[in-house]
């Protein structure tokens, strides 16, 4: 019984997670939901970057802090190893909701952009941008990534399964699509406000230090494997100037390792 419960959670969690990213698309998209990025007028313009901060803080600390080996080693004793990645899940989709819900708007117009051609480029580039987000969740392993493999193994009395990092596509050009695709969801708009503005600028220096954290757990791990593949490819954005290194140092078929919980499970 206790196995199917883990399912069924597992399921619920992923439901969740899957309702959470779509409103968090048209929480951006400004499209359908009641309560959207810039929706609704400040009381005050300090109150609420304070608020906005503290909320964006709170959505950090939690996507970082349980994605971590200590949190999951503490938390072993309550939530089941096949429950863990799912609670994850379901806490990271509590939080973001969390995080919209009581997001104090900043609707001062920097540009805007949504009535010209223009825009309509600038809403394409922000579809595409989700669809690298999610993508890049299947070039690795989506299912486990959300947690139901785990749980699907728990089920059947499999042994853990046995995790390679894969670099197909993108992954051979960028260590971390994802996360390339998280950004472009955040910073690409046809009306950028101020609230918009603040929201990206801390996304974004949350995604590159959280990087550095999983990178240094990479390397430690895996020693020059991933040194290696970090020479031969791109942090985040495939820009020339941002390569460690160019010349050919590494194949990029496979690294075997015993877990890709640290390259995709880190922050997304």
């Known amino acids: 019984m206790k196995k199917y419960l883990i399912l069924i959670y597992s399921i619920v969690c992923y439901m969740a997670g899957l309702c959470m990213t779509a409103y968090y698309f048209l929480f951006f998209a400004e499209l359908i939901v009641p309560k959207s990025i810039n929706s609704g007028s400040p009381v005050s313009v300090t109150l609420s970057l304070v608020i906005d901060v503290m909320l964006l803080f709170l959505f950090m600390l939690q996507h970082s802090g349980m994605a971590r080996k200590g949190f999951k080693k503490l938390t072993s004793r309550w939530i089941p190893e096949a429950a863990q990645r799912s609670t994850y899940v379901?806490?990271?989709?509590?939080?973001?909701?969390?995080?919209?819900?009581?997001?104090?708007?900043?609707?001062?117009?920097?540009?805007?952009?949504?009535?010209?051609?223009?825009?309509?480029?600038?809403?394409?580039?922000?579809?595409?941008?989700?669809?690298?987000?999610?993508?890049?969740?299947?070039l690795v392993d989506h299912l486990d990534l959300f947690?139901?493999?785990?749980?699907?193994?728990?089920?059947?009395?499999?042994?853990?399964?046995?995790?390679?990092?894969?670099?197909?596509?993108?992954?051979k050009i960028i260590?971390?699509?994802?996360?390339?695709?998280?950004?472009?969801?955040?910073?690409?708009?046809?009306?950028?406000?101020?609230?918009?503005?603040?929201?990206?600028?801390?996304?974004?220096?949350?995604?590159?230090?959280?990087?550095?954290?999983?990178?240094?757990?990479?390397?430690?791990?895996?020693?020059?494997k991933y040194i290696n593949y970090q020479k031969g490819t791109y942090k985040v954005i495939p820009f020339p100037s941002l390569k460690q290194k160019t010349k050919h140092e590494t194949k990029h078929d496979l690294i075997d390792t015993q877990s890709n919980d640290y390259n995709m499970r880190g922050s997304m």
């Open 90 to 138: 379901l806490m990271t989709s509590l939080t973001m909701a969390f995080l919209v819900w009581f997001w104090e708007p900043l609707p001062y117009v920097i540009f805007n952009l949504k009535s010209s051609v223009a825009g309509n480029v600038i809403w394409a580039l922000y579809g595409l941008g989700w669809v690298v987000c999610l993508s890049s969740t299947f």
């Open 175 to 224: 260590r971390h699509p994802i996360y390339l695709g998280w950004l472009m969801v955040h910073w690409i708009t046809p009306n950028l406000t101020v609230g918009h503005l603040l929201f990206a600028v801390s996304i974004t220096i949350y995604v590159y230090v959280a990087i550095e954290f999983e990178e240094r757990d990479l390397i430690r791990d895996f020693g020059s």
């Open 147 to 171: 947690g139901l493999r785990q749980a699907w193994y728990y089920l059947k009395g499999k042994r853990e399964f046995n995790y390679r990092l894969k670099t197909p596509l993108l992954y």
